[in-house]
């Protein structure tokens, strides 16, 4: 297992995914659900900042080098499979949503409103690929 400062990677990648993860939802319920929007920003700010690193510096350089393998057995790692799709998914709807209210400053609320299915989505798709990457830790490093 790859390790920096001593620590294995993924445990390092996991605990930075449950930080995420709870800011996230403590973005949604003390932030957004409550109209303090500035906290639910510096959620979604910190969200961005921890995935460049796991997302984007790990996860996805993994997830290149394992394709072949994964591909050669499509039903054995149904779960990497459906990870990497819904996680993509997952940060494509952030990043459109982050997107949209750069550019459209001010919060409108007639765009909260419509934008904020789109929200309950995203958030949706990222608790899967959340539960999947777990799954998946369990399986590469704790059960076998
Ligand atoms: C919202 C998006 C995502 C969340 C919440 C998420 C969450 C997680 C978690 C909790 C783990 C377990 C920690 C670990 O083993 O390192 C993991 C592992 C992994 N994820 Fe994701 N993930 C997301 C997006 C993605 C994407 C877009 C890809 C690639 C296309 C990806 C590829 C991987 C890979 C390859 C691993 C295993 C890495 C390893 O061997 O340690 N993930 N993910």
């Given at each position: 297992m790859q390790t920096l400062f001593g620590i294995p990677i993924p445990h390092i990648v996991l605990v930075l995914e449950i930080v995420v993860l709870l800011a996230l939802l403590i973005g949604w319920r003390y932030g957004a659900s409550r109209m303090n929007f500035k906290l639910h920003h510096k959620a979604v700010y910190l969200v961005v900042l921890f995935h460049i690193l796991t997302?984007?510096?790990?996860?996805?350089?993994?997830?290149?080098?394992?394709?072949?393998?994964?591909?050669?057995?499509?039903?054995?790692?149904?779960?990497?499979?459906?990870?990497d799709i819904v996680g993509?998914?997952?940060?494509?709807?952030?990043?459109?949503?982050?997107i949209i209210f750069l550019v459209k400053t001010g919060m409108p609320l007639k765009l909260l409103k419509r934008t904020r299915p789109f929200m309950f989505l995203t958030i949706g798709v990222w608790v899967i690929a959340f539960v999947l990457g777990v799954y998946w830790f369990l399986i590469a490093w704790i059960w076998i």
């Open positions: 997302v984007g510096l790990w996860m996805i350089p993994q997830s290149i080098e394992r394709l072949a393998v994964m591909m050669s057995n499509p039903i054995m790692f149904w779960y990497q499979i459906v990870h993509i998914l997952a940060l494509g709807l952030g990043a459109i949503l982050v």
